[in-house]
């Protein structure tokens, strides 16, 4: 059984400070890590992807893979009150066969409050 | 370029009516995956087609679910004989190849009554 563990919230930060958001997995097959801000009544939009054990840096997104700790995070610097939003952590896993991906697997989600 | 688009956007069903969601991948991206995603959770995963093939249909929660994606281009999700509990938004999202990052289309909220 696939599980990815997030805190709901919410998760209250002020503008400019840096939010960081946690995100664990359950199966150690889990080959690569997606983070995605969904507003309400929205879709799923993606932030960022990391494939490989330590960080990587977009703009004023990082994300951070421990795959030995099966753990994820995402870290936004100078956070606006734009950022506030539900961000979801999602892991997908190579299949044997053919070297392919199935479906992603996502956790509930993080509610996050930027407040000016 | 365009991105995933969805229709309808808005959907609602009588209870025991039958419904088909459209789904239109972005340009050059093989694979396709459908998601429903209930108020307050993730998407959960529903199928995978890898061109026309549909690779992973495990998620599907019932046999009144059915998906096809005929010429590898347009995915068609039906649903026969709605359920309230079919009540949610479903999500269709592509990727250049399997591994690859997903973009997902505006979604259709389906309601059940």
């Known amino acids: 059984q696939k599980e990815v563990e997030q805190n709901s919230g919410p998760l209250s930060v002020p503008e400019g400070a840096i939010a960081s958001l946690n995100c664990t997995y359950s199966?150690?097959?889990?080959?690569?890590f997606f983070w995605y801000r969904q507003y309400s009544g929205k879709s799923p939009e993606l932030i960022m992807s990391?494939?490989?054990?330590g960080d990587k840096e977009d703009g004023r997104f990082t994300a951070q893979l421990n795959k030995a700790s099966q753990y994820v995070s995402l870290l936004i610097r100078d956070s606006q009150p734009s950022d506030s939003a539900t961000y979801l952590c999602?892991?997908?896993?190579?299949?044997?066969?053919?070297?392919?991906?199935?479906?992603?697997?996502f956790g509930k989600g993080t509610h996050l409050i930027i407040q000016p | 370029g365009a991105g995933v688009s969805q229709s309808p956007r808005y959907k609602v069903a009588k209870r025991g009516q039958d419904v088909a969601l459209r789904c239109d991948p972005i340009?050059?991206?093989?694979?396709l995956f459908w998601y429903q995603q209930a108020l307050g959770q993730g998407p959960e995963f529903l199928t995978y087609?890898?061109?026309?093939?549909?690779?992973?249909k495990s998620g599907l929660p019932s046999d009144r679910f059915f998906a096809e994606r005929p010429e590898g281009s347009v995915s068609t999700l039906k649903i026969q004989r709605t359920q309230q509990e079919d009540s949610a938004v479903y999500l269709c999202?592509?990727?250049?190849?399997?591994?690859?990052?997903?973009?997902f289309g505006p979604g259709t909220r389906l309601t059940v009554t």
């Open positions: 999202a592509s990727s250049f190849n399997r591994a690859y990052e997903q973009y």
């Open positions: 199966d150690r097959g889990s080959q690569s």
């Open positions: 990391i494939y490989s054990n």
């Open positions: 999602a892991v997908t896993i190579l299949t044997s066969a053919g070297g392919g991906a199935d479906g992603l697997t």
């Open positions: 340009s050059g991206h093989v694979s």
């Open positions: 087609f890898q061109n026309e093939a549909q690779l992973d």
